[in-house]
Structures are given as structure tokens and as C-alpha cells.
């Protein structure tokens, strides 16, 4: 069975920083694009980064570029977001996400061009 979890979330005041993980059991993810997504209360889903499959190629949501850094160990199997100068706004679900194809980076943010989703990490940011 393909499964993705999360890890890594918690509370932090503004201006901290995580790192999430996204470790896969069931499959190895070194042929998988993966996609960091978050979703806050009311809202809809949110493209938040992905990365190829070599980690050659990432993308970002303009809302996060130059704070939130995606990268991958496929020797551990596993994809982060660092996170740095996190803001009140930053507060969501965290999800990742892998599909066995390459994407055009256009559309690597887009949630439904993913299979597999991991549970959710919720990460908050408050003073």
C-alpha cells in the first residue's frame, strides 16, 4: 500500500521557522514528483512547492518564494519544507503529495494532477 506522512508541524511564533517531512512507505519515491499543499479553515487548498523527481526542478507559490525551501533524500526516502520567517498566514494543513510522471512546472501546484496524499501536519504560527 502507498502511503505518504507528514511530520513535523507544530506551533511556532511568527518569524520561526520548520521543517516538515514527508516520508513514503510502500514505494520509493525517487520516481515521483512530489507537491507540498496546505489548506487553512475556509479555504481552499493551496500549491504551496514541488520538486522532480531528482529534486533538478521546484516551483513555488509566490506566497511563499524566498521563505520556504523544498528538497529531497531519496536515499532516505523522504521530501522537506524548510520553512523560515513563517507568518500568521502561513497557519494550515500541511499535505504532500507524489505522482509517478514528470509535470510541467505550470501545473506541479495544482492538486489534482497528484495520486497519493499524505494525512496532514497542521502547522500554526501565533505569538
Known amino acids: 500500500q502507498l502511503q505518504l506522512v507528514e511530520s513535523g508541524g507544530g506551533l511556532v511564533q511568527p518569524g520561526g521557522s520548520l521543517r516538515l517531512s514527508c516520508a513514503a512507505s510502500?514505494?520509493?519515491?525517487?520516481?515521483?514528483?512530489i507537491g507540498w499543499f496546505r489548506q487553512a479553515p475556509g479555504k481552499e487548498r493551496e500549491g504551496v512547492s514541488c520538486?522532480?523527481?531528482?529534486?533538478?526542478?521546484?516551483n513555488y507559490a509566490d506566497s511563499v518564494k524566498g521563505r520556504f525551501t523544498i528538497s529531497r533524500d531519496n536515499a532516505k526516502n523522504t521530501v522537506y519544507l524548510q520553512m523560515n520567517s513563517l507568518k500568521p498566514e502561513d497557519t494550515a494543513v500541511y499535505y504532500c503529495?507524489?505522482?509517478?510522471?514528470?509535470?510541467?512546472?505550470?501545473?506541479?501546484?495544482?492538486?489534482?494532477?497528484?495520486?497519493?496524499w499524505g494525512q496532514g501536519t497542521q502547522v500554526t504560527v501565533s505569538s
Open positions: 510502500g514505494f520509493t519515491l525517487d520516481s515521483y514528483y
Open positions: 503529495a507524489a505522482v509517478r510522471r514528470p509535470l510541467l512546472s505550470s501545473r506541479c501546484v495544482r492538486s489534482d494532477e497528484y495520486d497519493v
Open positions: 520538486i522532480s523527481s531528482r529534486g533538478r526542478n521546484t
